[in-house]
């Protein structure tokens, strides 16, 4: 059977529809299409790369005679520093050089280069690995499937997540179930960002861009030594942007207007004593978004078009703090990390997604709809460890212990009603819930010979929620059904072990294999069930396993990395119908995701860098199937997605990525690069009634740079391809909201 129809699906939930990864739908390339890619091949053909033969490898030098190589990249995705080719872990990395205005600005972009992941938005930013995530989900008081991190403090919700990837030193997407190695478990991999640190010298930094249809950003930052001897240093970062959406609202004849955020950030770092060292961060970001909402069906929506009267508007607030301490003793390390963080979230909508014409005779009213909600959490980490300098030799023992806690309080509604009702008398569905975490977890890597090494851990988790749930109505049209209230509380108790090993073939060359069991906590919903009790849920697991190589070519100038794995997806939380309008929140459903990934890293030349990354991904419902009685058909209904690919899932994801570099005699330096994404068909819920066709992404850059200034010209979207960010289907409607199309600006920036 169809999901609800239109009626049902404004109900709550509907908000968050599902947002895809900025990919395009292929269109033949004719006109200006056809230009842009005979321009990208005409720049790569006239680029002066070489042969790529082991003879041009072997004499290959730089300007000052160095050999040609890759940069050492260090990670931290097992929470020590090691180099990324000698990590046995499945993560792609993104440095400072790929973040910009002109490259990679936001947070969801870092899924265009990563295999087997899509970011979305479902009104919060969330990620899917490997077909793992929580696209299942809606409502309030959901919690994150793939686990985000900032400076390795845990954003307990997605809304949580920054929209910007401002004063971003590096990135780095971990794949697959991590059950010991972060504070929080989580079910399908990591997000981690990790913020610039402080300079250690009076410098500043400047961008200011302008682009297609009033677009405009600004930002800088500045680093102050705070002392003569340079033992205490300050960063302050602030940063402005204005971004259009670029819909046309048919209702009002105007184009929808923009969205305004602010954002900043003081960081100061220290050193107390020999031995012990303070980092203290403090951030905040506003973001207000004043267009109409966007939603439309998906016909019009491919138009950038929409026909919505109702004065619709979003504004989130997101704020921490962190104190991080470090201390070393003589035979091990300290670390302690305090966090609190923080948002607001307030979001109204045209709730009929029409501007008329409305027939109350027919019951076709003008409606509204949306969100209000405010969450807190405060989390504590305590970690110990081993020092580990350079390469483990055999024998070694290095190790790594630690103590998480998480209390978080959420207090928030959905509401729904005719158009005209004040927001303090709209049918609202409430929600006030806190929970608490504790885990005590641990690792050790044994190096049984000097190219063997062993690894195993376990966490121990225990969990406590409680919370009162309210549905009222002072309209008096009890859209949510008649007013109710109900309190519960929940506690969940886990066990996750992980287990690795890893093995050098020859020093350029590691395999190695790993399974790991995650875990993600149940909860309370904001529903209630047929029986009037609150909706509770219980936790989800996943058991991943995984076998990857990582390869060192050419005397370093280039890498290959390879990994294959299989993870099965248990008591997957879901949204269920349990009558024609009402749903509550079960684990309903089971899934299995496998396939592999291969990344490529390669210097052609001194000047010319080529990435490229594919993958596959076979991620489908082994068991989803929930029966119900309908009071519109007077029987009992039976739905079963059993068989139907996860949402979110492309079969095959690929992506390719090109940087050029020229410096000349006279100081004057050219940049260029490109990157192109491509992502297979894919849907967007588990009705799977609506299939996003492939899609594919151009975006480029070039500029010139001398001494401390920079000027570069960018591009987004350059087939200026038609394609849905975000979808829901309605009964038998399928509505969606547009993804910009194709968009031109400058950024230029200044250092000192």
Not at 350 to 359: A, I, K, L, T
Not at 711 to 733: I, M, P, R, V
Request: charged content about 20%; aromatic content about 12%.
């Amino acid at each position: 059977m169809q999901e609800a129809d239109l009626t049902t699906a404004l109900l709550p939930g509907y908000l968050e529809g599902a947002v895809a990864p900025e990919m395009n739908v292929v269109k033949p390339a004719t006109g200006l299409r056809r230009a842009v890619l005979l321009g990208c091949a005409s720049v790569l053909t006239l680029m002066p790369t070489k042969s790529f033969s082991q003879d041009a490898v072997e004499e290959a030098v730089t300007l000052d005679g160095s050999a040609v190589v890759l940069d050492t990249i260090i990670v931290n995705a097992r929470r020590v520093e090691e180099e990324l080719q000698n990590s046995p872990v499945a993560v792609t990395v993104q440095t400072a050089d790929d973040f910009g205005t002109a490259k990679i600005d936001r947070i969801a972009d870092l899924a265009k280069t990563a295999p087997n992941v899509i970011a979305f938005d479902a009104n919060a930013l969330s990620f899917v690995i490997r077909g793992v995530g929580s696209q299942n989900m809606q409502g309030l008081n959901n919690e994150a499937g793939v686990g985000i991190f900032i400076d390795e403090v845990y954003l307990g919700r997605p809304d949580a997540v920054p929209y910007y990837l401002d004063d971003i030193e590096q990135t780095e997407i971990v794949r697959g179930s991590q059950a010991t190695i972060y504070g929080r478990n989580t079910i399908g991999g990591t997000v981690s960002l990790s913020s610039r640190r402080p300079g250690d010298t009076f410098a500043g930094q400047v961008e200011t861009s302008f682009g297609s249809d009033g677009y405009w950003r600004v930002r800088g930052g500045v680093d102050v030594p705070l002392t003569e001897d340079g033992r205490w240093l300050s960063r302050t970062y602030l940063t402005y942007t204005s971004r259009p959406d670029g819909i046309n609202n048919l209702a009002t004849g105007e184009d929808d207007l923009t969205q305004d955020a602010f954002a900043g950030r003081f960081a100061v770092t220290g050193e107390v004593g020999d031995a012990t060292s303070v980092y203290f961060t403090v951030d905040f970001e506003q973001v207000d978004d004043n267009g109409q909402g966007g939603w439309s069906p998906v016909d019009l929506a491919l138009k950038h078009e929409s026909d919505l009267d109702f004065p619709a508007g979003r504004k989130d607030k997101r704020y921490g703090a962190m104190l991080r301490l470090e201390h070393d003793f003589d035979n091990f390390w300290f670390h302690s990390i305090s966090a609190f963080r923080g948002y607001t979230h307030d979001y109204i909508l045209d709730g009929d997604f029409s501007s008329g014409p409305y027939d109350p005779a027919n019951q076709f009213y003008a409606l509204q709809q949306g969100r209000e909600q405010r969450f807190r959490q405060f989390t504590q980490e305590f970690r110990i460890g081993s020092y580990v300098d350079g390469e483990p030799l055999a024998g070694e023992l290095n190790w790594n212990t630690g103590l998480f806690f998480l209390g978080d309080d959420l207090d928030g509604y959905e509401f729904y009603d005719l158009d005209y009702v004040p927001r303090n008398f709209v049918s609202r569905n409430g929600v006030d819930t806190s929970s608490t975490a504790v885990s005590a977890f641990g690792n050790v890597d044994y190096q049984v010979t000097n190219r063997l090494g062993l690894s195993g851990g376990l966490r121990i988790t225990q969990e406590n929620r409680w919370g009162d749930i309210e549905v009222t109505s002072p309209s008096g049209t009890n859209f949510y059904g008649y007013p109710e209230s109900g309190s519960t509380s929940v506690s969940f108790f886990d066990v996750s072990p992980e287990a690795g090993i890893d093995f050098k073939v020859t020093d350029n060359a590691l395999v190695y294999g790993r399974v790991a069991r995650g875990f993600k906590s149940g909860g309370i919903a904001q529903f209630f069930n047929a029986d009037g009790s609150v909706n509770t849920y219980d936790p989800e697991t996943s058991l991943s396993f995984e076998a990857g190589a990582k390869i060192q070519l050419f005397n370093g100038r280039a890498a290959l990395d390879f990994a294959a794995f299989h993870t099965n997806w248990n008591d997957q939380q879901s949204n269920v119908f349990i009558s024609d309008i009402q749903r509550v929140t079960a684990n309903a459903s089971s899934a299995v995701s496998r396939g592999f990934e291969i990344s490529a890293d390669a210097l052609l030349t001194d000047e010319f860098r080529i990435r490229a990354t594919y993958g596959y991904l076979d991620a489908h419902y082994e068991d989803f199937r929930y029966s119900f009685y309908s009071a519109r058909s007077g029987r009992t209904e039976t739905v079963d997605y059993s068989g139907n690919p996860i949402p979110l899932s492309p079969k095959h994801s690929a992506s390719l990525s090109l940087d050029w570099e020229k410096e000349f005699d006279n100081g004057l330096t050219l940049l260029a690069s490109s990157t192109y994404s491509y992502r297979s068909s894919y849907t967007f819920d588990s009705v799977a009634a609506y299939e996003q066709p492939d899609t594919h992404l151009i975006d480029a850059s070039f500029g010139v740079r001398k001494g401390n200034w920079e000027a570069q010209f960018w591009g987004k979207n350059l087939l200026d391809e038609d394609y849905l960010s975000n979808y829901f289907l309605a009964g038998s409607t399928d509505y969606g909201i547009a993804a910009p199309g194709r968009t031109f600006g400058v950024s230029l920036k200044a250092s000192w």
